[in-house]
């Protein structure tokens, strides 16, 4: 089994900033894909920014120039830094991990104010 564990949600101003971080633990032998999802009130899950094991990243439009991800893959975490925040930023940020099979986070919300 894999748990992952995010952090660094909260409250804050639009143009403000906030980093993510999420940890997997459990029975890993190699993990894949990690990435970011986020899902706004009344909204499907959508993807925000995956990374490959290999550094390979692939981001929302919404997003681009914004967000950056990146992973430590010794550690198994991946972390979103997300600066220029936007209102319709707001959301369930989740954490997703591909270990063979695919693994969600608890979610950590980030709201957005104008």
Known sequence: QVQLVESGGGLVQAGGSLRLSCAASGSIFRVNVMGWYRQAPGKQRDMVAT????????????????????RDNAKNTVYLQMNSLKPEDTAVYYCYAEVGNDYWGQGTQVTVSS
């Open 51 to 70: 990374m490959s094991r290999g550094g390979t990243t692939n981001y929302a439009d919404s997003v681009k120039g914004r967000f950056t991800i990146s």
